[in-house]
């Protein structure tokens, strides 16, 4: 199969399609209860992730956004692993979407002198649990991080790698 993607850096003509893509997943596929008001992220991504050491990319496909991924700065050398969403019809080991994703803000932590990258997410994302698990992230409580991460309400999983 050929299947041509780029990965993008962020760029305010892609806003409308990033919240659309974010929020059909989260309210539609997985029922979780939030909205576009409890992401104001989603209208400030330039202002709030690409920012310090944080960014923000995108996969896009024929000027069509079918994922997302983010760093949120949080000090320290360290950042927030946010916003990582892949459209149903692109996830899997057949794409790799999601890995090219990983791989692309990995790579700029590394580059940018990151010492960890921190995660939280929901009970629902079993396959985003494997996918984070098996790309060398660990599973932590909580009480474990940094006291400068953002805790979404709806997130209770929590995940960190280290990078050198």
């Excluded at 909205?35 to 202002?47: A, F, G, M, R, V």
């Excluded at 990582?84 to 999601?98: C, I, K, L, P």
């Excluded at 209770?156 to 990078?163: G, H, P, S, T, V």
Aim: cysteine-free; charged content about 25%.
């Amino acid at each position: 199969m050929n299947f041509n993607y780029s990965i993008e850096q962020y760029s305010d003509v892609y806003q409308e399609q990033v919240s659309d893509l974010i929020l059909h997943i989260q309210q539609v596929e997985y029922n979780i209860e939030i909205t576009k008001e409890d992401q104001p992220d989603l209208l400030n991504i330039t202002s709030i992730y690409q920012i310090g050491k944080g960014n923000f990319w995108l996969a896009i496909v024929e000027g069509k956004v079918i994922g997302t991924i983010s760093l949120l700065d949080i000090g320290n050398n360290q950042v927030a692993l946010r916003k990582m969403f892949v459209d149903r019809r692109y996830r899997g080991s057949e794409f790799q979407v999601a890995k090219k994703l990983l791989n692309k803000a990995i790579d700029w932590g590394n580059d940018n002198s990151i010492q960890e990258i921190y995660l939280g997410t929901t009970p629902q994302f079993k396959a985003a649990h494997r996918f984070y698990q098996k790309n060398g992230f660990t599973e932590l409580r909580s009480q474990e991080l940094p006291s400068e991460f953002p805790i979404m309400k709806v997130d209770n999983r929590f995940y960190k790698i280290a990078l050198y």
